[in-house]
């Protein structure tokens, strides 16, 4: 994917803008020691949600966070093009990620889709789509060849 302007429906927001920049910088320099840069992005009050967890609070999803990048090798999203309405973004991804106990460190891509809900210059809403068994389960030994399977078998 490429960095592309952004889509805008309605009324322009250069804040709303100025924060989406901002939040594809953090999640493309995101790593277990540098969480404390969520606040640069999210507010205090932050709902998010993803298919594995939901949280709320920028307290826990910093918490949430150091979970997940705590095995983390590299993390890099490719993102898309963005459609805004008003304070409303959705911005589709492809996340390259190398994590120590998946596929052994090796490169898997993940595609996705954020939605978010900018006010006052912060993320105040973030949920993630994405397909945990393209994420987890594919790439685990035994669960990995049934789910290969059925998706072969369904396309």
Not at 23 to 41: K, R, Y
């Amino acid at each position: 994917m490429s960095t592309a302007p952004v889509i805008e429906v309605g009324t322009r927001n250069s804040a709303v803008k100025a924060t989406l920049e901002r939040f594809q910088e953090l999640f493309n320099s995101l790593d277990a020691g540098n969480l404390s840069t969520l606040s640069s992005v999210y507010s205090e009050t932050v709902k998010f949600q993803d298919p594995l967890s939901s949280v709320s609070g920028l307290d826990h999803l910093t918490h949430y966070f150091a979970g997940a990048y705590a095995n983390v090798l590299s993390c890099q999203f490719d993102f898309g093009d963005p459609v805004v309405a008003g304070g409303k973004v959705a911005i589709p991804w492809v996340m390259r990620l190398r994590h120590k106990r998946i596929r052994r460190g090796r490169e898997i891509r993940v595609d996705g889709m954020s939605n978010l809900i900018i006010c006052n210059g912060k993320v105040t809403h973030h949920r993630d789509y994405f397909d945990a068994g393209q994420l987890l389960y594919e790439h685990l030994p035994l669960v990995g060849r049934v789910i290969r399977s059925i998706r072969k078998h369904a396309a």
